[in-house]
């Protein structure tokens, strides 16, 4: 099992960068693949990015690709969502999961689950 905990949000220019942080607790953090979340509001929750446990691949949405990247140490618990060039349309909840040794995937299981951080972005 493992908790998990953003951080990072806050209200931002367009054009802007912010960098999201989601720290685990448990030792087993180094297998579990994590995603990033979001959602706005009246919207449906999307996948924005993730990477997978042994730190291999990453997967990004077409709508951040370039603009954001996903890191992760390991030593530290911790996966980070740098987030360069915001738009207002990336305005939303960010969520990250956690998926036991999974293929990294917008659709996995993702049985663990942050509060949230909110991330605005203002034109």
């Known amino acids: 099992q493992v908790q998990l905990v953003e951080s990072g949000g806050g209200l931002v220019q367009a054009g802007g960068s912010l960098r999201l942080s989601c720290a685990a607790s448990g030792r087993t953090f180094s297998y579990y693949t994590i995603g990033w979340f979001r959602q706005a509001p009246g919207k449906e929750r999307e996948f924005v990015a993730g990477?997978?446990?042994?730190?291999?691949?990453?997967y990004y949405a077409d709508s951040v690709k370039g603009r954001f990247t996903i890191s992760r140490d390991n030593a530290k618990n911790t996966v980070y969502l740098q987030m360069s060039s915001l738009k207002p349309e990336d305005t939303a909840t960010y969520y990250c999961a956690a998926d036991y040794l999974a293929v990294v995937s917008p659709n996995g299981r993702y049985d663990y689950w942050g509060q949230g951080t909110q991330v605005t972005v203002s034109s």
């Open positions: 990477i997978d446990y042994s730190e291999r691949t990453t």
